[in-house]
């Protein structure tokens, strides 16, 4: 055998050496994770998105070595959706008209390659299912302007059982989908928590046309700013003027600062309410080889 052949053969036994490490860390994290289940037992949604979002957040920013770490997130997200697997029945509802595929794409990249998931053409019928639990997990478009009919209001609903929003695809950008640019929300029945890289999402519900300026005015006195806002008006339904808000940052339902935004608000509402929100995705910055830098 040749020097390099022996070389070679050394760097092989070292991998598989440290493959099988890597497997027994898997197996203890099973074994933790089996204590989890056992205190969640109770909980009919084992879902936590904003420890899922922060667990990516923290791999991005310690991780120093060539391996990429677009890869190294795919490999957790499967890690994360297997354990959710096996905490409990766990399956997604995805909004997936014949023009339009990219949104399966999306949602099998976010919730692993073996996982149930079933196609919906229409939007309201995903939301159904999520609020029946027939599915854990909704995939649908985000919302936008010059949809005529928008999903979202299906979530205006103060029920316990109402999803909410509680993340954004694709988290990890530069996937290979059908339609590039696509964006889509994910919604499901549990609160939204902080992640220190947040948006949230509220409707604001009225009788008359308050303006999106009075909005806006009330989050600034709450500390906060808009990113984005959509009207829905329906003359039939009182309230008939709902407006969807995409705030800035954390604006959680019993905060002081919702309380301030409320207030700024003043009598001209008819309520607020909190429709989720979730950690931003990871950004081509995130994902840039840290090995060299300076820490």
């Known amino acids: 055998?040749?020097?390099?052949?022996?070389?070679?053969?050394?760097?092989?036994?070292?991998?598989?050496?440290?493959?099988?490490?890597?497997?027994?860390?898997?197996?203890?994290?099973?074994?933790v994770v089996e204590g989890v289940r056992e205190i969640k037992r109770d909980a009919a949604v084992k879902i936590r998105p904003a420890r899922e979002a922060t667990i990516l957040y923290r791999l991005c920013e310690e991780h120093e070595s060539t391996f990429p770490k677009r890869?190294?997130?795919?490999?957790?997200?499967?890690?994360?959706?297997?354990?959710?697997?096996?905490?409990?029945?766990?399956?997604?509802?995805?909004?997936?008209?014949?023009?339009?595929?990219?949104?399966?794409?999306?949602?099998?990249?976010?919730?692993?390659?073996f996982t149930p998931m079933r196609r919906h053409a229409?939007?309201?019928?995903?939301?159904?299912?999520?609020?029946?639990?027939?599915?854990?997990?909704?995939?649908?478009?985000f919302p936008t302007r010059d949809r005529n009919e928008p999903w979202w209001r299906f979530l205006v609903n103060d029920s316990s059982e109402s999803p909410k929003v509680i993340a954004r695809l694709p988290f990890i950008p530069g996937a290979n989908t059908h339609d590039e640019n696509l964006d889509a929300v994910v919604i499901c029945p549990v609160p939204q928590e902080e992640t220190g890289r947040d948006r949230s999402m509220l409707a604001v519900e009225a009788d008359e046309d308050i303006g999106f300026p009075a909005?806006?005015?009330?989050?600034?006195?709450?500390?906060?700013?808009?990113?984005?806002?959509?009207?829905?008006?329906?003359?039939?339904?009182?309230?008939?003027?709902?407006?969807?808000?995409?705030v800035f940052g954390f604006l959680g339902p019993n905060t002081r600062q919702m309380a301030r935004f409320i207030d700024g608000l003043g009598n001209r509402i008819a309520r607020v309410l909190h429709l989720g929100g979730y950690g931003t995705p990871l950004t081509e910055g995130d994902l840039q080889s840290s090995k060299g830098k300076d820490k």
């Open 215 to 246: 909005i806006e005015n009330a989050l600034s006195q709450a500390g906060f700013s808009a990113v984005f806002h959509q009207l829905w008006h329906d003359p039939s339904r009182p309230p008939g003027w709902t407006y969807l808000v995409e």
């Open 71 to 113: 890869e190294l997130c795919r490999i957790w997200r499967e890690m994360i959706v297997a354990t959710l697997r096996f905490e409990g029945p766990f399956s997604v509802a995805v909004f997936h008209p014949e023009q339009t595929p990219g949104y399966w794409d999306l949602a099998r990249d976010q919730y692993g390659t």
């Open 1 to 31: 055998m040749s020097t390099n052949e022996e070389k070679l053969s050394g760097l092989r036994d070292e991998i598989d050496d440290i493959d099988r490490s890597i497997h027994d860390l898997i197996v203890n994290r099973t074994r």
């Open 122 to 141: 229409a939007a309201r019928a995903v939301v159904e299912a999520v609020r029946e639990q027939e599915a854990t997990v909704g995939v649908l478009p």
